[in-house]
């Protein structure tokens, strides 16, 4: 089990940045695949980025590729998420998970461990 807890999130107007983190409890941070998700209101949970244990490879939903950016260090326990030009439909609580599929997976199910969710508000 590991047990995770966002930060950096706020509020930020359109084509500002954010860099969110992500800091991980237990001392297997660096057996797991980890992802960002994001919920708006009234919207479904959707997939945003994933990095693998590694961090040799990266994935990212279509509409955030090219302005965010997944990384982590995992001799900090911690997985970031920076944002640049940032828009008002980025605006959602923000959510880290981690996943023992081997695989980079955008699907929910994948990830066992989610952290509290961190509020990112994007004004136009």
């Known amino acids: 089990q590991v047990q995770l807890v966002e930060s950096?999130?706020?509020?930020?107007?359109?084509?500002?940045?954010?860099?969110?983190?992500?800091?991980?409890?237990?001392?297997?941070?660096?057996?797991?695949?980890?992802?960002?998700?994001?919920?708006?209101?009234?919207?479904?949970?959707?997939?945003?980025?994933?990095?693998?244990?590694?961090?040799?490879?990266?994935?990212?939903?279509?509409?955030?590729?090219?302005?965010?950016?997944?990384?982590?260090?995992?001799?900090?326990?911690t997985v970031y998420l920076q944002m640049n030009s940032l828009k008002p439909e980025d605006t959602a609580v923000y959510y880290c998970a981690a996943s023992t599929v081997v695989a980079l997976t955008a699907r929910l199910s994948d990830y066992a461990n989610w952290g509290q969710g961190t509020q990112v508000t994007v004004s136009s």
């Not at 930020?12 to 708006?40: K, P």
Request: glycine share 16%; with cysteine.
């Open 8 to 77: 950096g999130g706020g509020l930020v107007q359109a084509g500002g940045s954010l860099r969110l983190s992500c800091a991980a409890s237990g001392r297997t941070f660096s057996s797991y695949n980890m992802g960002w998700f994001r919920q708006a209101p009234g919207k479904e949970r959707e997939f945003v980025a994933a990095i693998t244990w590694s961090g040799a490879s990266t994935y990212y939903q279509g509409s955030v590729k090219g302005r965010f950016t997944i990384s982590r260090d995992n001799a900090k326990n």
